[in-house]
């Protein structure tokens, strides 16, 4: 108990980092030149894998990774960031990315027809709701709509590639875990370095707090990684994905003293409307597979 305590409380400390990162990292450069070199570092320290995967991945597999890495990784990351440097508070990002399980399982009822309990609907509903609430003391507080849709439309390329992926996991002997971090890794930080190199923001600002942000993201992606797939392991991924609730909370506490957000009426509304929809959504459906649907695949998840 005490060690499943502990790779839990590690999962959410460093999960909710990430979206710290990505706060940091905005107040040295664009959001592009801290991708671009956040990725390049997370490529290089994965680069043994990769080079492995050459030999142990097929063509097909390989576009396979290309297409989850655009959607969960690359398009992903860059709602995050690029909602960071629109203002968009690091507790806003993470709550509206912790509803991601929760809209899988909502895919998975309208496009299997799966079914669904009655207290499943009732977290999906609250969590929507706490969403809502910290999204709207946002815009009084002044922030734009179309800087709140970046974290929103980061979630749902996130459950677009999760989605993908599952379907694909059951058509195919599923790959190693390194392997396809690694290549996905690669295609990503080909992504930005592209995009950053023809937007003309490639070179890194002369500043010792970029490379610290830079530094923060690396440990927070590859961090988050692994304690996702050990929690995932050796508690199940319903534990997994149910500590992801907790990360807005976490996020919002990480924000106030490092940051300097404070926690506004709405955000705290909205965290305990929230609250709720952990216990409800934990609860596995009775006739789910061994594979739940409401888990996000370790393969095809992204931090940032």
């Known amino acids: ?13 460093v999960w909710s980092s990430g979206f710290i990162g990505a706060e940091l990292g905005a107040r040295y450069a664009g959001p592009d030149t801290v991708l671009t070199w956040r990725c390049l570092v997370i490529a290089a320290v994965l680069l043994p894998w990769s080079l492995r995967a050459l030999t142990r991945l097929d063509r097909r597999e390989w576009a396979r990774q290309a297409v989850l890495a655009l959607l969960c990784q690359c398009l992903y990351l860059a709602g995050v960031f690029w909602a960071a440097a629109a203002g968009v ?47 709207i003391g946002d815009l009084s507080a002044g922030l734009s709509i179309p800087a709140l849709l970046l974290p ?26 390194l392997p396809t971090l690694a290549v996905q890794a690669v295609f ?17 600002p002369p500043s010792t707090g970029f490379w610290m942000a830079v530094a923060w993201g690396v440990a927070a992606g590859i961090g988050s990684y692994s304690c996702y797939y ?39 509304l909205g965290l305990l409307v929230s609250a709720p929809a952990v216990v409800l959504l934990r609860t596995p459906q ?19």
């Open 1 to 13: 108990m005490p060690d499943m305590v502990f790779r839990s409380v590690a999962l959410v400390v």
């Open 89 to 135: 508070p690091a507790g806003t990002s993470a709550l509206i990315a912790s509803l991601q399980p929760a809209l899988v399982l909502t895919a998975a009822v309208l496009l299997d027809g799966q079914r669904v309990r009655a207290r499943h609907l009732a977290g999906l509903a609250l969590g929507s709701t706490g969403v809502a609430l910290t999204a």
């Open 152 to 177: 929103l439309l980061a979630m749902l390329s996130l459950t677009a590639g999760t989605l993908l992926q599952q379907r694909w996991s059951t058509q195919r002997r599923t790959p190693a875990l």
């Open 188 to 204: 990503t930080a080909g992504f930005f370095t592209a995009y950053t190199a023809a937007a003309g923001d490639l070179t890194p």
């Open 230 to 268: 050990l929690v995932t392991t050796r508690d199940g991924a319903g534990r997994a994905s149910t500590l992801l609730y907790l990360t807005p909370a976490a996020t919002a506490l990480w924000a106030a003293p490092m940051l300097g957000q404070p926690l506004g009426a709405a955000t705290v």
């Open 286 to 304: 009775p006739t789910a597979p061994a594979r739940a649907v409401t888990q996000p695949a370790p393969r095809c998840t992204a931090q940032a």
